[in-house]
């Protein structure tokens, strides 16, 4: 494996890491709510009422890139897989996040700050999936 130096972007990279610790801290210090993605949506579709602040953190989100693109160029989306398998692991990234009580936002940033040990199984379990499937996908059944 080497590094696509021409693609490698540590400055950006490090400004994305800290608005979202900066904005996960100003959530949970502010209205002591996570920023989990999935409770965040999920709170949406549940008919939680008088809860504004989840349309205020995903406009956020979501004028986050319109932002950066005002001081640099967006990475080209490129989508290399097939619709079935994107739809498939979709609806598999929902069902993980019912059964570890949480997504990869909630846990690994939010859980693991706060020093949780149940956070940090998760991550780790979020990892070991991911690992083994990649592996698995590329190497064993390949072409995905």
Do not use: K
Request: hydrophobic content about 50%.
């Amino acid at each position: 494996m080497s590094i696509d130096w021409v693609a490698f972007t540590p400055y950006s990279a490090l400004a994305g890491g800290l608005l979202i610790g900066l904005a996960s801290a100003l959530l949970v210090l502010g209205i002591g709510r996570v920023a989990g993605m999935s409770g965040i949506i999920g709170g949406l579709f549940s008919g939680s009422h008088g809860e504004v602040w989840r349309w205020y953190f995903l406009t956020g989100l979501l004028l986050s890139s319109v932002i950066y693109r005002l001081f640099a160029v967006l990475p080209p989306i490129q989508v290399t897989s097939n619709v079935p398998v994107l739809v498939v692991a979709g609806l598999l990234v929902g069902v993980g996040t019912r059964y570890g009580g949480g997504c990869t936002s909630g846990h690994g940033i939010c859980g693991l700050s706060r020093l949780s040990m149940r956070s940090l199984i998760a991550t780790l379990s979020f990892m070991a999936a991911g690992f083994v499937t990649v592996y698995i996908m590329r190497h064993l059944i390949g072409g995905f």
